[in-house]
């Protein structure tokens, strides 16, 4: 059982403007079975957050290609990508590159 | 749960296995730990990250030196991360110790495409004022030009500038010492003499935007109407692939406008490797294959007295993102072109999910496609030209025309295809003018209206043809595309019929230019 966990979520390079152009958001993710990864936390962010065209946001269970993902101002590529165990306090920061939307 | 990891044969396999999340080491120093991953695999620290962005900038225009020191250089802002990063590393460039300092003048200009991006006129105003801040900080000279402008450019614009010729161009190495030589003798001279230029700098800074913009909020965006007839143009094109190219098309000529005006040689745009892969791909789609070299390469001579630069290009989208973010460069995010929900996105953006869902799961995808496009070279294209005879340029995009072997081959069906097509839409514009006077009471009478678009069609290169074709009709495209297309019609027109009294020299030539 994991215990609720509290992180920062914010988005950047137009990508906020998926989440009616607010780019720093608090948030609490609820207790469940199994420990909060990247994984679990998208699919939260699909839920929760995301107001519009969930396809220009994820693709599959992952992000679409082109936002880039930043856990605790460190590329996700070295933490395990969707993989990673979300830790209490942590900072998650997706950053578009795509021009169009 | 299970679901998410079972039905992606898309992602899942094809990728990389992640690596562990212990902690890595920086490749370059090997004792701090990474922060981010570029290439294909190699892991920076940050310090190590912001050494290896900062040389390859320099590296780039150590490279190619075609800017030469004092030489005047416009910087195209957008006001997102790639031409962000690239100011930063101009200033960076700048404010380095005497030897290793850049030695050209900047300015700057942002071009405000606010109105076809959806965005309210507060928006704008917002956007302006945030850009504005970016700007004011830098100290250097700045130009702001709206969109709307382009309905108030000259048909020169369209006109390829003489290239230098009244000065003859020295090498870059002699040019290097001449400045140096010249700087040694300023600072011989005295204090006076040396800080001339700096005191010139800083007049050229306050005469700007003391000169153009009235310091009063809400003053500064264009005319309500201006606007208007903005987003009609905007509106008539059928496609989102029309109202991107035709976007690219007004900012281009608003900046060289204010190239020329300013007084400006070089202008630096900001595209990125991943930009220009997908330029490439896309440009290739959209017919323009004969001028790739010149639509991505370092550097663009088409419109001859300016050229067009491209120093980022070596710079992945995700390297400037990761650079932005750490080093606090600060971007002025504007919504892209909107399509209607209904319609399908356009060529740009089929290319960019191409290319970028590719890249995701082969990391050397762009880069791969970048080489490629690299080998390209405008010298063939430019050397055919050389010799006398000025090839005819396309009236949009300035590059020489490549419609003429291709009359017989995929350009004829299609202008067959579209006049067909012209036909029943004109009996349906028929209708609405009831009112009598023979079609003069709608904006358009389809008549001529068909006859001034074919007028167009020999003005134009391929890919613009097809582009044309999806635009509005000609008359809402702005009066200097009009005018310009009208007097090369008439100059044809004239050289035709004078053509049996030339000599067949080419001797004409010089007045063509």
Redesign the interface.
Known sequence: MAAPVSLQVEFGGGAELLFDGVKKHQVTLPCQPEPWDIRNLLKWIKQNLLKERPELFMQGDSVRPGILVLINDADWELMGELDYKLQDQDNVLFISTLHGG | ?CQ??ED?G??GPGRRA????C??TCVKCKEAS????IRVGD?FCRACFREYFVHKFRAMLGKNRVIFPGEKVLLALSGG?ASSAMLRQVQEGLSRETAKRLRFVPGLVYVDEGAVCGQSPAQREENLARVEAIVQATGFPFHLAHLEQAFDLPGSILRRGPRGGDKPCPSYKEAVEDFIQQQRQEAADGDGAASLPRRLAQLRTQDVPAGEEPAAPGARLPAAARTEELLQLFEAAETLTAKEELLQMLRTHLILHTARTQGYTKVMMGDSC??VA?KLLTNLALGRGAFLAMDTGFMDSRHGDVAVVRPMREYM??E???YN??FGVS?V?T????AKRREK??I??LM??FL??L??EFPSTISTVYRTGEKLSTAPAEASSEPGAEPQRCLLCLCALDTLAEEDLALEPTLIAEEAAQRPQGLAEDGCCHAGTQGSCCQSSPTPGAESRAAFLPLLCYSCRLTFKEMGHPDTLPPYVRSEAQRRSRRAEMKQQIQEFLLEDDDEDPSES
């Not at chain 2, 990474?34 to 991953?37: D, H, I, N, T």
């Not at chain 2, 919504?335 to 909107?338: Q, T």
Request: aromatic share 6%; proline share 14%.
């Open positions: 749960m998410a990891r992606y898309r992602r992640p690596p562990p999340s902690p890595r990474a922060v981010v991953v892991a991360p991943t930009r997908v989208a995700k400037i993102a990761f973010h750490f971007t995010i919504p892209a072109l909107r996105t356009s740009h953006r960019e999910d970028l869902g890249q995701a």
